[in-house]
């Protein structure tokens, strides 16, 4: 059987990882437009002269041609679009290039169809690639945009118990994942400073291209990473670790 007679799909993805598997050829884990994210077996790109080398690297955005297999899809050729290979030479990017991905590989089910955490992706890795952004805020930003589409958003608009709009409010329920006005029973709470909650008002509804535009004091960048970090490992499988390299390396 030839490949022109198998069921080829082309899809735009970004590599999220890989893994050395059999003498030459590697497991790639894809994040891609059409399929969602799904793992695939790149055949002998571990080989120097192997076309799939390349476009077969963590970050690398690119077109992929492929096809399943009897168990798994196959990587048949991939064209880069943007290698974002610069990202791997600056240890910061790098870590938190990681993290986005793992936060993808993390919150997004095998084979869904996630176009809007895509776009958001590959958005996040020109910012970073351009160096236009506050990688903690871009990380912040990101983790709200993948909450909110798998079903763990934070409603930071009105009262989770009475509806009531808010305008401001210290009160976060951890239970309904929405804020509490002053006239609510406030129960399950995280306290919340009028400036963090500005802060997360506004990246939670803002397109991550508008990220660059604002600036956030250290504690209030304390405090959202915080309630964002602590609803992620509550809701999701695994707790990334991509982040806890930094903690070895910041001085404060
Ligand atoms: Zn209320």
Redesign the pocket.
């Known amino acids: 059987m030839g490949v022109q007679d198998l069921n080829l799909i082309k899809t735009r993805g970004v590599v999220l990882k890989t893994q050395d598997y059999k003498e030459n050829d590697k497991l790639v884990w894809l994040f891609t437009e059409k399929l969602g994210k799904i793992s695939l077996i790149a055949k002998g790109a571990r080989k120097g002269k192997s076309k799939l080398m390349s476009t077969t690297l963590p970050f690398c955005y690119g077109e992929f041609v492929l096809y399943k297999g009897r168990s798994m899809y196959i990587l048949n050729e991939g064209k880069i679009i943007e290698s974002f290979q610069d990202l791997l030479e600056d240890f910061e990017y790098l870590i938190y290039g990681s993290y986005l991905n793992e936060l993808v590989d993390i919150c997004c089910e095998d084979g869904q169809k996630e176009f809007f955490i895509f776009k958001n992706l590959i958005t996040a890795f020109y910012l970073m690639k351009n160096k236009v952004v506050d990688l903690d805020i871009l990380a912040r930003a990101f983790e709200l945009k993948i909450l909110s589409h798998t079903g763990y958003g934070i409603n930071l608009e009105e ?6 709009k ?1 305008n401001t409010s210290n009160y976060l329920s951890m239970q309904y994942y929405g804020m ?5 029973e406030k129960r399950y709470v995280t306290q919340i400073s009028t400036i963090a909650y500005n802060i997360l008002k506004f990246l939670n509804k803002s397109e991550l291209e508008k990220v660059p535009r604002i600036k956030v004091p250290q504690n209030a960048k304390k405090e959202i990473e915080q309630i964002l970090s602590n609803i992620i490992s509550t809701n999701y499988t695994k707790r990334p670790k991509s982040l806890d390299m930094l903690k070895h390396f910041k001085v404060e």
């Open positions: 009262c989770c118990i009475c509806g009531n808010i509490i006005c002053n006239n609510c």
